[in-house]
T-cell receptor, first 112, second 111 residues
Framework: DVKVTQSSRYLVKRTGEKVFLECVQD?????MFWYRQDPGLGLRLIYF???????EKGDIPEGYSVSREKKERFSLILESASTNQTSMYLC???????????FGEGSWLTVV | ELKVEQNPLFLSMQEGKNYTIYCNYS?????LYWYRQDPGKSLESLFV?????AVKQEGRLMASLDTKARLSTLHITAAVHDLSATYFC???????????FGTGTSLTVIP
């Protein structure tokens, strides 16, 4: 079974803090994704990566950056957290040309 | 940008009834996915539809795909409370490395 692991399930951070959300997948998938999910807005793509050290902006990249130094790990970084970044963050991975995308359990971030 | 629309957004139905959720998408895609999400949980894959006319069934759920109409349906037969969840459809981009999700349909099955 594919496993996508998000190390932090629940975080509370202060405005202006730097926040790291880590994601690891164990199936050698090329593609990895970060989404945020907000009520009424569905899933919105923040960034994705199709290879090590490669990244592409999604629909809402502002205020975020990402890092993919190793194939299995994809990190989402909030350089200076703001209250409007309070949300549930979902990491996902897929094989290139694969037929599904697998999600982690989600990270609930509250910025106060 | 590929757009995916689901309707209805909210669905309240009685146990034992049938209903259909619709998913329309804006440009050509050769793969469509259905996911289920329980409150506070992540997304779980239900179906992958890979070709025009594809139909897949699992229990009380049946999904179909019409690529010419750019439409997929998720049909619920004789609903039970355990089916209460949010259902998302998603399509893959022509490049094959981006997934676009609908806004979800929140289903509540009432006893």
């Amino acid at each position: 079974d594919v496993k996508v692991t998000q190390s932090s399930r629940y975080l509370v951070k202060r405005t202006g803090e730097k926040v790291f959300l880590e994601c690891v997948q164990d199936m050698d998938h090329e593609n990895m994704f970060w989404y945020r999910q907000d009520p009424g807005l569905g899933l919105r793509l923040i960034y994705f990566s199709y290879d090590v050290k490669m990244k592409e902006k999604g629909d809402i990249p502002e205020g975020y950056s990402v890092s993919r130094e190793k194939k299995e790990r994809f990190s989402l970084i909030l350089e200076s957290a703001s209250t409007n970044q309070t949300s549930m963050y979902l990491c996902a991975s897929s094989l290139d040309g694969g037929n599904t995308i697998y999600f982690g359990e989600g990270s609930w971030l509250t910025v106060v | 940008e590929l757009k995916v629309e689901q309707n209805p957004l909210f669905l309240s139905m009685q146990e034992g009834k049938n209903y259909t959720i619709y998913c329309n998408y804006s440009t050509t895609s050769d793969r469509l996915y259905w996911y289920r999400q329980d409150p506070g949980k992540s997304l779980e894959s239900l179906f992958v539809l890979l070709s025009n006319g594809a139909v897949k069934q699992e229990g009380r759920l049946m999904a179909s795909l019409d690529t010419k109409a750019r439409l997929s349906t998720l049909h619920i037969t004789a609903a039970v409370h355990d089916l209460s969840a949010t259902y998302f459809c998603a399509v893959v981009s022509p490049t094959g490395n981006q997934f676009y999700f609908g806004t979800g349909t929140s289903l509540t099955v009432i006893p």
